[in-house]
């Protein structure tokens, strides 16, 4: 930031230039009026002179006539060239009250209105944090300087859940819905940083929580975990089985959570004394679920080529047409990269609760960030809304500026 107010104390030496300049003239005028009514005075004091050396009979009429005629000529050429304007004491005051207001209400007001947080924030996102408690630290100062971002939000919450500070998420999440709605998947993972934050004890606002959740999209896979986990630590061993039961049934079979997931009916069958169950689910949905991916041919407009650098990063991502607005799956490039084709699937997914697989309807975007931050950039591109299938490989063309 040294840079940055630099160049602010240089461009405010500037303005009191402009400032003090018509002071400083005003006072080289003063000078001149006053050394002109000195001048004056002293051709009156010659004149009285000449008028009484007269009267004593000293100097003769004409002898006066020269004596005055000399003193006139030397008043003239004391005054000649002399800017004889007066100026006021208050067009000098003016300028000197202005060169002590202007830095400190420039100052106060770009303390008030100014981006030196997020022109910081921006530099330090240009290099790889090198701790998880830097990365955090990023996001709090991300979302400090732009409290609408959603996306902001979003990461923070889910870098506070990874970390266990499921207090801190479950703020978080209350934020981001406030701003982004009361999206399903949004209101799952918020009951589940409350029950975690409440030392796994259950209560009424979870369950309203999960209720809407499941009311909205009957598939939403976070609450059908969190509400089996509940049943299951509170005996409730069929409700526990009926819960996780439908969510396997809409987790793709290389999901990593299923195995997990059919040990605790196993589990919850053995508490009934019923014999296991062997796990099966439609083969159907299994490979719809599977199928699910992306093929996109990333570009650059060739009229951008001199507004990019080829380190700025470039972000491919996938958002769904009726959901949430946090990124399905998401891949990171650079502009030397470009241009290449990527694909995007569930295995690119920010959180095992979104995946493109759970939505019918994607849209694709990249985005170019020379700070690197995920959230926000420079320019951008985007695909009209598709159906998840055999899109064959979507062609996605960087060519737009994106918007603050």
Request: hydrophobic letters at 45%; glycine letters at 6%.
């Amino acid at each position: 930031m040294i840079d940055f107010w630099i160049g602010a104390g240089l461009l405010l030496l500037a303005a009191l230039a402009f400032l003090l300049l018509p002071l400083l003239r005003g006072r080289r005028m003063q000078a001149e009026e006053d050394r002109t009514a000195l001048n004056v005075a002293l051709y009156g004091e010659r004149l009285d002179e000449l008028a009484v050396q007269q009267s004593a009979g000293i100097l003769t009429p004409e002898q006066f006539e020269a004596g005055r005629a000399d003193a006139a000529r030397e008043l003239l050429d004391d005054t000649e060239g002399g800017d004889t304007r007066r100026s006021s004491s208050l067009g000098r005051a003016i300028p000197l009250i202005a060169a002590i207001l202007v830095p400190l209400l420039g100052y106060g007001l770009y303390m008030h209105w100014g981006a030196s947080d997020k022109l910081e924030l921006a530099r330090e996102f240009a290099v790889q944090p090198k701790t998880m408690e830097e990365a955090t630290a990023r996001l709090e100062r991300a979302v400090k300087a732009q409290p609408e971002s959603t996306e902001a939000w979003y990461f923070l919450a889910r870098t506070y859940m990874s970390q266990g500070r499921a207090a801190d998420a479950a703020a978080a999440y209350a934020q981001l819905i406030e701003l982004a709605g009361r999206q399903p998947e949004l209101l799952g993972q918020w009951a589940q940083a409350l029950y975690f934050a409440e030392d796994r004890q259950w209560s009424e606002q979870m369950q309203q929580l999960t209720n809407e959740a499941l009311r909205n999209d009957p598939h939403e896979v976070t609450s059908l975990g969190l509400l089996g986990i509940a049943a299951f630590e509170n005996e409730r061993f069929e409700e526990a089985i009926g819960f996780w039961e439908r969510l396997v049934a809409i987790l793709p079979a290389q999901d990593p959570s299923r195995q997990a997931i059919e040990s605790g009916i196993a589990r919850a069958r053995k508490q009934l004394g019923e014999p296991a169950s062997d796990g099966a689910e439609p083969a159907g949905e299994t490979a719809a679920v599977a199928s699910s991916s992306l093929t996109v041919d990333v570009r650059l407009d060739a009229t951008l080529a001199d507004d990019v650098q080829p380190t700025d990063t470039v972000f491919v991502f996938a958002r769904a047409v009726s959901g949430p607005p946090m990124p399905l799956a998401v891949k990171r490039l650079t502009v030397a990269d470009l241009p290449a084709t990527v694909s995007l699937s569930d295995a690119d997914a920010m959180t095992p609760q979104l995946r493109l697989s759970n939505f019918e309807q994607v849209r694709l975007f990249a985005r170019i960030s020379r700070s690197g931050d995920a959230t926000r950039g420079e320019w951008k591109g985007s695909s009209t809304p598709l159906a998840l299938g055999n899109n064959g490989t979507v062609k996605l063309t960087i060519d737009q500026p994106e918007m603050p």
